[in-house]
């Protein structure tokens, strides 16, 4: 009897490619598969720095492929409601420590190993210029001079520690005047999507829409008058003036038809 036809000989040999084939990786890791998902907070923080606009998000970044994931860029791609086109990039990444607090790691310091998990906040901001971020920080240095002036000023038997004081009005014209200049968030329905660029895999996408009304810039107006007082400026915002958003999917909300009688 041949060989090939000695059903002792094929158990051995198959016996063999089974033990052989165990010791490597499962045949679903031969090839490159790039699977990034990205979930996102139910809401954003609009930020409004003197006018210069950006965002704050919790996300989540969850490597299911089987290859490590490099993050390179982070974009937040916004389309508003005239059909204006803009990109905001975040330079940090903010994540909440076992201990208690937080940490801020550069964007480009996430690496994730399959299965790995990622979760924290990320604050996507607009391109400033040199010259915006010149003017910015002379605002910041001015109010806040004009504010500690007065209080230095103000004799020791009139000084209330807890009433608020407020810079020269000249002062404060400054920063309304570069506010009015550069703020640029629109009423209405706006389309954006998330995307984080890799070294080695591409981009992942992940689209998400929302709605500025009235109220939330009636609350951005209520955080103008602050300035005076330095809120805003070289002081965060007061809690209550901090404004936030719902986020919702892409085309979550279909328009109402009406039909003519």
Same mark, same amino acid.
């Given at each position: 009897?041949?060989?090939?036809?000695?059903?002792?000989?094929?158990?051995?040999? &198959?016996? !063999?490619?089974?033990?052989?084939?165990? +010791? #490597?990786?499962?045949? /679903? $890791?031969?090839?490159?598969?790039? $699977?990034?998902?990205?979930?996102?907070? $139910?809401? *954003?923080?609009?930020?409004?720095?003197?006018?210069?606009?950006? %965002?704050?998000?919790?996300?989540?970044?969850?490597?299911?492929?089987?290859?490590?994931?490099?993050?390179?860029? *982070?974009?937040?791609?916004?389309?508003? @409601?005239?059909?204006?086109?803009?990109?905001?990039?975040?330079?940090?990444?903010?994540? @909440?420590?076992?201990?208690?607090?937080?940490?801020?790691?550069?964007?480009?310091?996430?690496?994730?190993? @399959?299965?790995?998990?990622?979760? !924290?906040?990320?604050? %996507?901001?607009?391109?400033?210029?040199? !010259? +915006?971020?010149?003017?910015?920080?002379?605002?910041?240095?001015?109010?806040?001079? /004009? &504010?500690?002036?007065? &209080?230095?000023?103000?004799?020791?038997?009139?000084?209330?520690?807890?009433?608020?004081?407020?810079? $020269?009005? /000249?002062?404060?014209?400054?920063?309304?005047?570069?506010?009015?200049?550069?703020? /640029?968030?629109?009423? !209405?329905?706006?389309?954006?999507?998330?995307?984080?660029?890799?070294?080695?895999?591409?981009?992942?996408?992940?689209?998400?829409?929302?709605?500025?009304?009235? #109220?939330?810039?009636?609350?951005?107006?209520?955080?103008?008058?602050?300035?005076?007082?330095?809120?805003?400026?070289?002081?965060?915002?007061? @809690?209550?003036?901090?404004?936030?958003?719902?986020?919702?999917?892409?085309?979550?909300?279909?328009?109402?038809? #009406?039909?003519?009688?």
């Amino acid at each position: 009897m041949s060989w090939y036809k000695n059903s002792s000989v094929w158990s051995v040999v &198959i016996a !063999g490619l089974a033990i052989a084939l165990s +010791q #490597f990786p499962p045949v /679903s $890791d031969w090839f490159p598969n790039f $699977d990034l998902k990205i979930k996102y907070g $139910d809401r *954003l923080q609009l930020n409004n720095a003197i006018g210069l606009s950006g %965002f704050n998000i919790n996300l989540e970044l969850e490597n299911d492929g089987n290859t490590v994931v490099e993050v390179e860029k *982070l974009e937040l791609h916004v389309k508003e @409601p005239s059909g204006a086109e803009k990109i905001y990039y975040a330079e940090t990444l903010t994540t @909440p420590k076992t201990t208690g607090g937080q940490v801020s790691l550069p964007v480009t310091s996430l690496e994730l190993t @399959p299965g790995e998990r990622w979760a !924290g906040n990320v604050f %996507f901001n607009q391109i400033v210029s040199p !010259g +915006q971020e010149e003017e910015f920080n002379r605002i910041r240095l001015l109010v806040s001079k /004009s &504010i500690t002036d007065r &209080i230095q000023n103000t004799p020791w038997e009139e000084y209330n520690p807890r009433a608020l004081v407020a810079a $020269d009005e /000249s002062v404060v014209k400054k920063a309304l005047e570069f506010f009015e200049k550069n703020f /640029s968030f629109e009423k !209405g329905r706006h389309e954006a999507r998330i995307v984080v660029k890799t070294r080695n895999n591409g981009d992942a996408v992940q689209p998400l829409e929302y709605t500025l009304y009235e #109220f939330h810039f009636e609350m951005i107006r209520a955080q103008v008058a602050d300035y005076k007082y330095g809120y805003g400026i070289y002081l965060p915002y007061l @809690p209550n003036k901090v404004v936030s958003v719902k986020v919702r999917p892409k085309n979550a909300i279909q328009p109402t038809a #009406f039909s003519g009688g």
